[in-house]
T-cell receptor, first 117, second 112 residues
Framework: IAGITQAPTSQILAAGRRMTLRCTQDMRHNAMYWYRQDLGLGLRLIHYSNTAGTTGKGEVPDGYSVSRANTDDFPLTLASAVPSQTSVYFC????????????????FGDGTRLSIL | QQQVKQSPQSLIVQKGGISIINCAYENTAFDYFPWYQQFPGKGPALLIAIRPDVSEKKEGRFTISFNKSAKQFSLHIMDSQPGDSATYFCAATTYNFNKFYFGSGTKLNVKP
């Protein structure tokens, strides 16, 4: 079934450790996004990538980095985790650009639940 | 500062009733407004979306009402069913779809 695969599904991590959340899509979408979801705050964009080789900062990029070496993969790295990064992380993909209603991040993964102690 | 404000935070509706969720925005550059539905343990899924050139869009039991002058839009769920119980998010973006701004979410509980 086509879609987005996120790994791991959940993780408990000690503060100060490095962690990479993986995201792979098989829909050949140009754009990919990382969000964090926190109670009462909705989803907030961390980083995005309009196409392979390019990335951009979202609302809350500090403490996170991304790379987009190819169309399918968009890993999110926490270089040195802090407790405030405890959250549920969602990866999404879509086709950016004006016009068609299909141009949106309508495909989300099922999330990675990350707890930092 | 939250770009899109959503209310209420939670909503309880009887089966068959109408569920109404409201959102407001400030940035007049926004020109695409989707609604997402999220079930526990799952990612959000697109439900319905609207552009500001129309005042209403209906898909089955779901309707978006859009008031451009007031910078407000709302989701109406007619004949609400227990299966509609989920968290709903409104969102907004500009023409290039680079950045989506989400509301804080509304947890809907439809009582049988």
């Amino acid at each position: 079934i086509a879609g987005i695969t996120q790994a791991p599904t959940s993780q408990i991590l000690a503060a100060g450790r490095r962690m990479t959340l993986r995201c792979t899509q098989d829909m050949r979408h140009n754009a990919m996004y990382w969000y964090r979801q926190d109670l009462g705050l909705g989803l907030r964009l961390i980083h995005y990538s309009n196409t392979a080789g390019t990335t951009g900062k979202g609302e809350v990029p500090d403490g996170y980095s991304v790379s987009r070496a190819n169309t399918d993969d968009f890993p999110l790295t926490l270089a040195s985790a802090v407790p405030s990064q405890t959250s549920v992380y969602f990866c999404a993909s879509g086709t950016p650009g004006p016009g068609a209603a299909s141009n949106q991040p309508q495909h989300f993964g099922d999330g990675t639940r990350l707890s930092i102690l | 500062q939250q770009q899109v404000k959503q209310s209420p935070q939670s909503l309880i509706v009887q089966k068959g009733g109408i569920s109404i969720i409201n959102c407001a925005y400030e940035n007049t550059a926004f020109d695409y407004f989707p609604w997402y539905q999220q079930f526990p343990g799952k990612g959000p899924a697109l439900l319905i979306a609207i552009r500001p050139d129309v005042s209403e869009k209906k898909e089955g039991r779901f309707t978006i009402s859009f008031n451009k002058s007031a910078k407000q839009f709302s989701l109406h769920i007619m004949d609400s069913q227990p299966g509609d119980s989920a968290t709903y998010f409104c969102a907004a973006t500009t023409y290039n779809f680079n950045k989506f701004y989400f509301g804080s979410g509304t947890k809907l509980n439809v009582k049988p």
